[in-house]
């Protein structure tokens, strides 16, 4: 009879122990998966089929897009276009909500190729 109790005492922790790895790696997976998409728009973008209907934001009165798929920004540095996952340096202190944006029509991948006509086709205001 003692060792039956033993026994039962080592299925049941071995059942906690089980239990409490798998609910902690179903975590780790929903977090990464996350973590991957960027945890959702940024705080500035609707939130409610955003990514479905517009790719890519263009700052207008800054050198900078985002791209709703991937979650990153694009932004002008000097001569060259760089691509992050961080907030710019030229947008840091900026109002986001506030500042002037436009939902970009382009699927390509790189639509800092038609910087200059989004430029004179959308003025700073």
């Known amino acids: 009879m003692k060792?039956?109790?033993?026994?039962?005492?080592?299925?049941?922790?071995?059942t906690v122990i089980t239990a409490t790895d798998?609910?902690?790696?179903?975590?780790?997976?929903k977090k990464q998966k996350s973590e991957k998409?960027?945890?959702?728009?940024?705080?500035?973008?609707?939130?409610?089929?955003?990514?479905?209907?517009?790719?890519?934001v263009y700052f207008k009165d800054y050198p900078v897009y985002y791209d709703n798929d991937r979650?990153?920004?694009?932004?002008l540095s000097?001569?060259?276009w760089s691509v992050s996952a961080k907030l710019p340096d030229i947008?840091?202190?900026?109002?986001?909500?506030?500042?002037?944006?436009?939902?970009?029509d382009f699927s390509g991948d790189d639509p800092q190729r038609d910087y200059d006509e989004h430029?004179?086709?959308?003025?700073?205001d």
């Open 22 to 29: 798998t609910m902690a790696q179903g975590k780790s997976k």
């Open 91 to 104: 947008l840091k202190g900026v109002d986001l909500l506030a500042t002037p944006k436009i939902d970009l």
């Open 37 to 56: 998409r960027g945890g959702g728009p940024p705080p500035w973008a609707p939130a409610h089929g955003y990514r479905a209907k517009t790719r890519y």
């Open 3 to 14: 060792h039956y109790r033993v026994l039962i005492v080592i299925l049941l922790a071995l």
């Open 71 to 75: 979650g990153v920004y694009i932004s």
């Open 119 to 124: 430029k004179s086709k959308y003025p700073k």
């Open 78 to 80: 000097g001569k060259n």
